[in-house]
Structures are given as structure tokens and as C-alpha cells.
């Protein structure tokens, strides 16, 4: 008999199948491993890339948390020795620490009337969006770390021009 579960580490579970590389790799992040619990489920999420582009998810994202770095051309950049090694956690916790600095920064209020975000939170988007974009993660997860729309995110490259 199969029971339905929704409870948080239900959710968990259903975000670490939907970050697999691809559908028939066994290969996946074991984020109660990594030191994550059931409740921090919003900071997993801020993890997921959304973009459809490629017959399902681009999982940019989870290529970069489980890439080895440095990797000969022609395999695979991700490989089961990698997968919860001590790189990887610390990219994790990179990826989940740009994330919380930029909640925090966008929450607080800016004191010029008129502007909806502060001038720390429009560079702190500037300067990781740089970082991120090196690391080799689209535009769309790019946004959803840095809690910003993608007008926002090049708003600054558009006055450039």
C-alpha cells in the first residue's frame, strides 16, 4: 500500500529527484547529509533552476554544487566520488549564503524616497552576478539566488549601452 506523504521531508525528497542531472542517474545531493534540515526547505528551493529550456529542468545549479572543477574534456563533469565530498558542501553553502545575504539586503528599507531597493542590495546583485555567471549558471537561476527579476538584473547593463 503506498501512502502519499507531505510533509516537509517529503518535499525534501521531491526537490533531490527533480535536481538530478538526468532522469536515469542515481546520482543525488543527500541534503540531510549535508547538514540541512526539514524546515530550511526554502533554501533548497532557492537552489532549483526553473528553467525549461532542455526537455525539463537546466539544473545548472546542481552541475555547479557537484562539478568536480577539474575535469579532463570529453567526461562527465559530475562523477559519484564527488557528489557529498567537501567541495560541493562548500559550494552548497556558497550558493545558500549569496542567497540569505540577498534576502536580507533586499529586505532592508532604502532611505532615498522613491527607490524600492538600496544601493548595497543593487551592487551586491552586481558583483554575484558576475560570480555566478563565471560558475557557469543561467540567467533564471541567477535571479531566483539573488531574489531579483531579470529586468533588475541588467538594468544596469541596458543604461550602459
Known amino acids: 500500500m503506498n501512502v502519499i506523504q507531505n510533509g516537509p521531508s517529503h518535499r525534501v525528497a521531491e526537490l533531490a529527484r527533480a535536481m538530478a542531472p538526468d532522469p536515469f542517474s542515481r546520482e543525488k545531493l543527500d541534503f540531510l547529509k549535508l547538514g540541512f534540515q526539514d524546515n530550511q526547505y526554502e533554501e533548497l528551493e532557492a537552489l532549483r533552476c526553473k528553467d525549461r529550456r532542455h526537455n ?45 545575504e540577498a534576502l536580507n539586503l533586499k529586505n532592508t528599507r532604502n532611505p532615498v524616497a522613491g527607490r524600492k531597493y538600496s544601493e548595497a542590495f543593487s551592487d551586491f546583485v552586481t558583483v554575484h552576478k558576475k560570480e555566478l555567471t563565471q560558475n557557469k549558471i543561467c540567467k533564471k537561476a541567477i535571479s531566483t ?17
Open 145 to 161: 539566488v539573488l531574489h531579483c527579476s531579470l529586468n533588475f538584473l541588467y538594468r544596469d547593463q541596458n543604461n550602459n549601452k
Open 56 to 100: 525539463g529542468h537546466c539544473n545548472c545549479v546542481h552541475r555547479y554544487i557537484i562539478s568536480s572543477g577539474d575535469v579532463p574534456s570529453g567526461e562527465r563533469p559530475w562523477q559519484r566520488e564527488h557528489i557529498n565530498s567537501s567541495a560541493s558542501l562548500d559550494r552548497f553553502k556558497r550558493v545558500i549564503c549569496i542567497h540569505n
